[in-house]
């Protein structure tokens, strides 16, 4: 089943003029940092059942369907094959390095191409629980009323015509991943290893292939998700915890000096946590995706990672909460382009266009995206050398 099907199809026929202010103001911020903070609140556009309760719905829904399919071991869920194509992944996965090294410390669902499945959470305290149901609720309240938002936004600061992205590369309702993964390490024992450690980790993206700092690199025990960009236009993160909360438990964002290299390089800069998470905060980053669309000139990709984040552990008291760990889960939507949109240079006039633009063959997604899901599955890097130079996309 499409989520399309399912969905109301906002993402086109909805006018967002009352809440363009807001997303002016995101990618104001995008074009800047590669990242934004979306306050859902303030949002006008609404569904049936209010976003807040729609969201929190969601994500219990989706804690109890993970009990029962990595404590329980429901058999009717797909379970992911390892060895198949990432970018295609529908199903669940547990924790391990198996299924490459941004998952070694996650377990979840993932969701490809509009692709959806069901898992039994039918219980005696939640006899009216429906995983279907609410996994397509929060899909689409990603996907059409925040992502769908901030791509108008973009469309308009660029000057590009209105639903280009929709006209060039969609409908990316049936093309886009999500995810809905929680971590299960153990936070206290990494800390705990890491003050005994020594041993730096260097952090590579996968994308460009730049091995970031040294100053910016923390003991390998610290890194439960390794610096990436990710393989899209947009991105689009929800955290689980009712409100707006400080900090983001643990997700950072690099910050590059002005001393800037060229494509994307950069010689030196830091680590910045995110300044606030919760269900009524939408995290977007800029994919790699869009960066190659722009060619490296406009809208930076955001490179992130997820870090300890032991200090968000304690209550007021400083006492250390239990299941912490546990209660970090996200709802990652990577809005991505259909298989045979090419990935041609956005047509704004705020791009400088090069010599070779008309003569250059431009890959297809499919092709792209190909080269990342490949990268995607690769172990940890060892190099400690810093690389600058792009992968020839």
Not at 122 to 129: A, E, G, L, M, N
Not at 160 to 178: A, M, R, V
Not at 204 to 230: C, G, M, W, Y
Not at 374 to 382: A, G, H, L, P, S
Request: with cysteine.
């Amino acid at each position: 089943m499409k989520f399309l099907d399912e969905c109301s199809n906002s993402s086109i026929t909805n006018d967002f003029d009352d809440d363009n202010t807001t997303f002016d103001r995101c990618a104001q911020e995008l074009e800047l940092n590669g990242y934004s903070l979306v306050p859902l609140s303030v949002l006008r556009s609404q569904r049936l059942k209010p976003r807040a309760v729609l969201i929190e719905q969601a994500f219990t829904t989706a804690r109890r369907a993970l009990d029962a399919v990595a404590n329980i071991g429901n058999t009717s869920t797909a379970i992911i094959d390892p060895k198949s194509d990432s970018a295609s992944w529908t199903g669940f996965h547990n924790a391990t390095s198996i299924h490459g090294r941004y998952n070694q410390h996650r377990e979840g669902f993932v969701f490809s191409n509009g692709e959806m499945f069901d898992v039994n959470t039918i219980h005696d305290d939640h006899p009216h629980s429906n995983f279907r149901n609410d996994m397509n609720q929060l899909f689409c309240t990603m996907h059409d009323d925040i992502a769908a938002g901030v791509l108008h936004a973009i469309e308009r600061r660029l000057n590009i015509p209105h639903l280009y992205f929709h006209h060039e590369f969609g409908p990316t309702s049936n093309s886009s991943q999500w995810h809905m993964k929680r971590y299960v390490v153990d936070v206290q024992q990494s800390n705990n290893l890491s003050s005994n450690s020594g041993d730096f980790t260097s952090e590579e993206d996968q994308h460009t292939n730049i091995i970031l700092p040294v100053q910016s690199q923390k003991r390998e025990t610290d890194i439960f998700l390794p610096a990436h960009t990710d393989p899209s236009l947009i991105s689009v993160v929800i955290l689980d915890r009712a409100g707006t909360n400080n900090g983001g438990m643990g997700l950072e964002v690099f910050h590059p000096t002005h001393d800037a290299l060229p494509n994307g390089g950069c010689s030196s800069g830091e680590w910045r946590e995110i300044s606030q998470h919760g269900h009524d905060v939408a995290v977007i980053f800029v994919g790699s995706v869009f960066s190659y669309l722009t060619k490296g000139q406009l809208f930076p990709a955001a490179k992130h990672r997820v870090v300890s984040w032991g200090s968000s552990c304690n209550d007021y008291y400083g006492n250390r909460l239990q299941n912490c760990v546990e209660s970090r889960m996200a709802a990652t939507l990577f809005v991505r382009p259909n298989g045979d949109a090419i990935m041609k240079p956005l047509p704004s006039p705020y791009l400088k266009s090069s010599g070779d633009a008309l003569q250059k063959v431009y890959p297809s997604f499919r092709v792209w995206n190909a080269r990342v899901a490949k990268n995607y599955m690769k172990k940890k890097t060892t190099r400690q050398k810093i690389n600058y130079n792009r992968m020839s996309d």
